[in-house]
């Protein structure tokens, strides 16, 4: 089975973030966009993993969540990866990115027990599309000026998800949760 670990997001969040993709796609870019409703923060994907080392990673997911709080984070700037000369991939930014980053380094530390690679990747972000070109960027670039960013939302779980791969894109399921338990900071 295929699959990931993340953070979820709220509805609001994510009707949010539909509305910002709506704006967007006026600039007729050349993309492939994320379903607003499956948008997540990743922490770590795992790939293909058998039934056997399920439990193991739910149990990392809850010492995971045991040992870290609960927390509220906004939605901070755009951003392109690689980079904005060179765009593949374009994202909204969240503050917090060393607290967060901390969490996806425990987890990862955590997984190498089960023959996962700790990459160090970890990188704040909410995927909204992956280009395939730079046509139009410029428009981009223009209406993103415009747009207000300054959302708080919760950060309340860490979750498994199930990854499907179909000809309408991927299609996830939660299929394990642990809340964060320390105090909020």
């Given at each position: 089975?295929?699959?990931?670990?993340?953070?979820?997001?709220?509805?609001?969040?994510k009707e949010l973030l539909e509305?910002?993709?709506?704006?967007?796609?006026?600039?007729?870019?050349d993309?492939?966009?994320v379903n607003p409703f499956n948008t997540h923060i990743t922490?770590?994907?795992?790939?293909?993993?058998?039934?056997?080392t399920l439990l193991k990673v739910e149990q990392i997911i809850v010492k995971t969540a045991d040992e870290f709080s609960s927390l509220k984070i906004y939605l901070k700037s755009f951003g392109f990866f690689p980079t904005e000369r060179n765009?593949?991939?374009?994202?909204?930014?969240?503050?917090?990115?060393?607290f967060l980053k901390q969490i996806a380094s425990f987890l990862e530390n955590n997984l190498r027990a089960l023959g996962f690679k700790?990459?160090?990747?970890?990188?704040?972000?909410?995927t909204l599309a992956r280009l395939k070109s730079k046509k139009n960027i410029g428009c981009i670039l223009e209406k993103i000026?415009?747009?207000?960013?300054?959302?708080?939302?919760?950060?309340?779980?860490?979750v498994l998800f199930k990854s499907t791969l179909t000809s309408k894109g991927p299609e996830?399921?939660?299929i394990f949760k642990a809340r964060l338990k320390k105090p909020s900071i």
């Amino acid at each position: 089975m295929r699959t990931f670990i993340a953070f979820p997001l709220s509805p609001e969040i994510k009707e949010l973030l539909e509305k910002i993709q709506a704006e967007i796609k006026t600039c007729a870019i050349d993309a492939k966009w994320v379903n607003p409703f499956n948008t997540h923060i990743t922490l770590k994907f795992l790939g293909e993993i058998q039934e056997n080392t399920l439990l193991k990673v739910e149990q990392i997911i809850v010492k995971t969540a045991d040992e870290f709080s609960s927390l509220k984070i906004y939605l901070k700037s755009f951003g392109f990866f690689p980079t904005e000369r060179n765009p593949r991939v374009f994202f909204i930014a969240t503050d917090k990115e060393d607290f967060l980053k901390q969490i996806a380094s425990f987890l990862e530390n955590n997984l190498r027990a089960l023959g996962f690679k700790k990459e160090n990747r970890f990188k704040s972000h909410i995927t909204l599309a992956r280009l395939k070109s730079k046509k139009n960027i410029g428009c981009i670039l223009e209406k993103i000026k415009a747009i207000e960013l300054n959302k708080i939302f919760p950060i309340k779980e860490i979750v498994l998800f199930k990854s499907t791969l179909t000809s309408k894109g991927p299609e996830y399921e939660e299929i394990f949760k642990a809340r964060l338990k320390k105090p909020s900071i």
